[in-house]
């Protein structure tokens, strides 16, 4: 059975740009969740999404957006790039919600 | 979701067991405890999960307290490969449970 897949894995973006990322989870899970990871703040919960729905958010401004699709697949968005925004951006999936979490490698975000 | 502590950082010698702790102390009755472990520029990888009993699987074994406040994972046979940073979690499964919140976990660094 195939991983979650995430695309694309390494990205460069100016200042002010916005993003889009994608995820496809592994097959028949149907929650997606998004992290960030940084050096200086490591692993930081963003959104979570189960059917379509927004279950749980983190502490993340309202610049960072997200949406899935029934077929699960998952989406987010970083609007006016700053500088802090660069990262490593994991989707998650897991069968339902709360059951153990299957991560991606990860886009690797540089924002210049 | 209870808050974990866990060494910075240990040291196994390959071959041997590695034995990592995670204090829980604020636990609640239905908080589950996850381990994870990442490997460099990887996503995180899931280990196991349990929530009063010991549990094995093919990856390690799960040890926690009878009270709960403490765990331990344990990696029978430490390779090079196992070289990683672990995260140890608690969270409410099966509700709002896609939210991780993970720490800055132990870098276990396995020697030859």
């Known amino acids: 059975k195939a991983g979650v897949t995430q695309t694309p894995r390494y990205l460069i973006k100016t200042r002010g740009q916005q993003v889009t990322l994608s995820c496809s989870p592994i097959s028949g899970h149907r929650s997606v969740s998004w992290y960030q990871q940084t050096p200086g703040q490591g692993l930081q919960f963003l959104f979570e999404y189960f059917s379509e729905t927004q279950r749980n958010k983190g502490n993340f401004p309202g610049r960072f957006s997200g949406r899935q699709f029934s077929n699960s697949r998952s989406e987010m968005n970083v609007s006016t790039l700053e500088l802090g925004d660069s990262a490593l951006y994991l989707c998650?999936?897991?069968?339902?919600?709360?059951?153990?979490?299957?991560f991606g490698p990860g886009t690797r975000l540089t924002v210049t | 979701d209870a808050k974990t502590t866990q060494p910075t950082s240990m040291d196994c010698a390959e071959g041997r067991a590695a034995n990592l702790p995670c204090n829980h102390s604020t636990i609640s009755g239905n908080e589950y405890v996850y381990w994870y472990r990442q490997i460099h520029s990887q996503g995180p990888q899931y280990i196991i999960h349990g929530l009063k009993n010991n549990e094995t699987n093919e990856m390690a074994s799960l040890i926690i307290t009878e009270d709960r406040k403490s765990s331990t994972l344990i990696l029978p046979h430490a390779t090079l490969r196992d070289t990683a940073v672990y995260y140890c979690?608690?969270?409410?499964?099966?509700?709002?449970?896609?939210?991780?919140?993970f720490g800055d976990g132990t870098t276990l660094t396995v020697k030859p």
């Open positions: 998650a999936s897991s069968l339902v919600v709360g059951y153990e979490q299957y």
């Open positions: 979690i608690v969270r409410v499964a099966f509700a709002n449970a896609g939210k991780s919140t």
